[in-house]
């Protein structure tokens, strides 16, 4: 009896806890919110860029990231959509339109450029010229953010009398085209075949990441060309599709529980084993509901993050010495860039650490949505790490069904969240007290280190928030 009683002592505590915890993080979640969304911006078109310019870093020197990558610039483009549409109000989307309008006219400058890699060029000049020194190029995952980003501009103005601009800025069906959401199509439909350097920059050949979000532009781009009449390069774009997903399928490894990174590298480092958390940030910014091929609730994609939570927990001692809050996330474990220089050890970054949060909420989501999910053997170690912080003791089986009258079901996606969460906490920690982010966080002391108000870490934060909104709705 006794025990009894100091045992529901103990878990009406813990269950306190977790609940302020919970409410802790939706302050300071907001909160950041609003910083992230200001620094963001004061990186979009800074003073003397070219309008629709997104600087990966206001840092100019150790490291020099003043420059528009594709890669961030459309990752960040991909976000201020993603905020036009939760906005309600009518001034905060106008302004939003405005920057995606500004950042079509800077791509037709940077498409327009000649360039040793064509479209596959990685970072031009605030002024529109490209980067013309020695760097991993060509990088083709940017052309497919790019396109993906501004089919979605496309699609919300072909529903707001905008179907005049649409044809003739972004998609004139025309061969060559002038425009810039086909001609991204073009180049990438025609050259996804071929090797490219992945979005660290470091390694040729061919990556999970690009492939899915070339896939995935594709797949937007060939329902964008049907809809606007050019049946043709809908059907070719949709086959190019098809083949990545059979592609895609290649870097799974059943023995080691994760999508490998990448494939038949012929050049850049060769000490990585293949996991990488870049495969979740893929996910996250291309999953769709009504695909099945690859989606969020796919259980590969939760024994990838399973295995690579484990590794980077024993990696980075920041994990072991501040163990109360969810595992600091690096690139792979074998990184040697600090963010300075190469040669070093590599760290825990904000981006990587935010897409784990970010994963989990839209799971929590997806879930919420079917009502019911399938233990299997790859999701289960996943699911129970979840499940154990509800401290409730409960442990799923493989081929448990759980459907949304199950009560372990609501404990589930209740575990989700609060995984979320305590990546939230994670980045909280180790973000400046005024919310200012940077690349990384030293994997020993904890501080932030590289480029200093990186745009890509405040936009990560950004859907971190909009994901955990969608989550708890
Ligand atoms: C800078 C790149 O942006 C980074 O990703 C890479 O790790 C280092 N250079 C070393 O190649
Ligand atoms: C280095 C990262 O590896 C790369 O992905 C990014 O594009 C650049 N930094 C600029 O932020």
């Known amino acids: 009896m006794k025990i009894c009683m100091v045992l529901m002592a103990f878990f009406s505590i813990q269950i306190t806890f977790a609940h302020e915890l919970g409410q802790d993080v939706s302050r ?30 206001p840092s100019k020197d150790s490291p020099n990231y003043y420059y528009n990558w594709v890669r961030d610039a459309g990752l960040v483009m991909l976000t201020i959509n993603r905020l036009r549409t939760f906005s309600t109000s009518q001034e905060e989307q106008d302004f939003y339109l405005r920057q995606l309008f500004d950042y079509v006219d800077v791509t037709r400058i940077h498409q327009s450029m000649r360039t040793a890699a064509g479209l596959g060029e990685v970072k031009f000049y605030v002024n529109g010229a490209p980067f013309t020194g020695p760097w991993g190029r060509p990088q083709n995952d940017g052309p497919a953010i790019r396109a993906l980003t ?14 005049a601009y649409v044809r003739s800025m ?43 979000l070339q896939r995935r532009a594709l797949l937007e781009g060939a329902k964008l060309a049907k809809r606007l009449g050019d049946m043709g390069a809908g059907e070719w774009y949709a086959s190019q599709a098809q083949a990545l997903e059979v592609a895609l399928n290649l870097h799974w490894d059943e023995n080691a529980g994760f999508f490998r990174a990448t494939q038949n590298r012929v050049a850049g480092i060769d000490y990585k084993q293949g ?36 590794t980077f927990s024993g990696i980075y001692s920041i994990n072991s010495r501040f163990p109360d809050m969810g595992t600091a996330i690096g690139r792979y474990p074998e990184d040697r860039y600090d963010g300075y220089s190469t040669g070093k050890l590599g760290n825990p970054w904000f981006i990587t650490t935010a897409a784990f949060a970010s994963y989990y909420y839209k799971l929590a989501k997806a879930l919420k949505k079917d009502g019911s999910i399938k233990v299997t053997k790859r999701n289960r170690e996943f699911l129970n790490q979840a499940l154990t912080l509800t401290m409730t003791g409960h442990f799923l089986q493989v081929n448990q069904v759980l459907g949304s009258n199950d009560s372990i079901f609501s404990l589930l996606l209740e575990g989700l969240i609060k995984s979320g969460d305590s990546y939230v906490e994670r980045i909280r920690f180790h973000a400046h007290s005024d919310g200012s982010l940077s690349e990384q966080m030293n994997r020993e002391t904890g501080y932030m280190q590289g480029a200093e108000h990186l745009t890509w870490s405040y936009s990560s934060f950004i859907n971190v928030y909009l994901n955990r909104q969608e989550a708890l709705r």
Do not use: C
């Not at 089919?151 to 179907?163: C, P, Q, R, S, V």
């Not at 495969?279 to 295995?307: C, E, G, P, W």
């Open 275 to 310: 996991m990488d958390s870049s495969v979740i940030i893929a996910i996250i910014n291309s999953a769709d509901a009504q695909d099945t091929a690859f989606s969020i609730k796919d259980d590969r994609f939760m024994s990838s993050l399973y295995k690579m939570k484990n």
């Open 170 to 212: 972004l998609y004139d069906s025309k061969q060559p085209t002038e425009s810039v959401i086909k001609k991204d199509l073009e180049y990438v439909s025609h050259n996804w075949k071929n090797h490219d350097f992945d979005l660290w920059e470091e390694i040729m050949g061919h990556h999970f990441f690009t492939r899915l």
């Open 150 to 163: 501004l089919t979605k501009l496309a699609n919300y103005l072909m529903e707001h009398e905008g179907e």
């Open 28 to 57: 300071w979640s907001q909160d950041q919110f609003e910083i992230a969304k200001t620094r963001l911006m004061q990186n979009v078109s800074p003073k003397g860029a070219i309008p629709g310019s997104v600087v990966a870093s």
